[in-house]
């Protein structure tokens, strides 16, 4: 019965330590209801009133976030953007991701199968 109130309060702990570097990490023009700097205190001075509160009125929805910025508030690149890793694009890979999306590798083989006939 220890080892399962010792287990209920490593959780409980891990929960609240989530909960205020979620509180800490979320950019203060999402957070809900309260100041960024407020929550953080009510996390920290009442640990588990204070998670639950946060979880519940605090914490950005998913429907609130933006859609193109990540967790840390940067900005992903619009497709066809430039980036500092060359063009950024969703629906064009920067090289086929199989053989058979290989333009080259399709002609490469046509022209084979046009020299060899197939055996039977």
Same mark, same amino acid.
């Given at each position: 019965?220890?080892?399962? %109130?010792?287990?209920? /309060?490593?959780? @409980?702990?891990?929960?609240?330590?989530? #909960?205020?570097?979620? #509180?800490?990490? /979320?950019?203060?023009?999402? /957070?809900? $209801?309260?100041? *960024? %700097?407020?929550? =953080? =205190?009510? =996390?920290?001075?009442?640990?588990?009133?204070?998670?639950?509160?946060? &979880?519940?009125?605090? !914490?950005? +929805? !998913?429907?609130? @976030?933006?859609?193109?910025? $990540? @967790?840390?508030?940067?900005?992903?690149?619009?497709?066809? #953007? @430039?980036?500092?890793?060359? +063009? #950024?694009?969703?629906?064009?890979?920067?090289?086929?991701?199989?053989?058979?999306?290989?333009?080259? &590798?399709? +002609?490469?083989?046509?022209?084979?199968? *046009? +020299?060899?006939?197939? *055996?039977?």
């Amino acid at each position: 019965m220890i080892r399962f %109130g010792l287990l209920l /309060t490593l959780i @409980a702990i891990a929960i609240w330590l989530y #909960a205020i570097f979620d #509180a800490l990490l /979320t950019p203060a023009d999402q /957070t809900r $209801n309260l100041p *960024k %700097g407020a929550w =953080v =205190v009510i =996390v920290l001075l009442l640990p588990d009133l204070g998670t639950i509160a946060w &979880f519940i009125l605090g !914490r950005p +929805r !998913r429907a609130d @976030a933006s859609r193109s910025q $990540n @967790a840390r508030g940067m900005r992903w690149p619009s497709p066809g #953007a @430039a980036t500092p890793f060359g +063009r #950024a694009s969703r629906s064009h890979p920067a090289h086929p991701s199989a053989p058979d999306d290989d333009p080259e &590798f399709l +002609r490469q083989l046509a022209e084979q199968l *046009k +020299r060899e006939p197939p *055996k039977d």
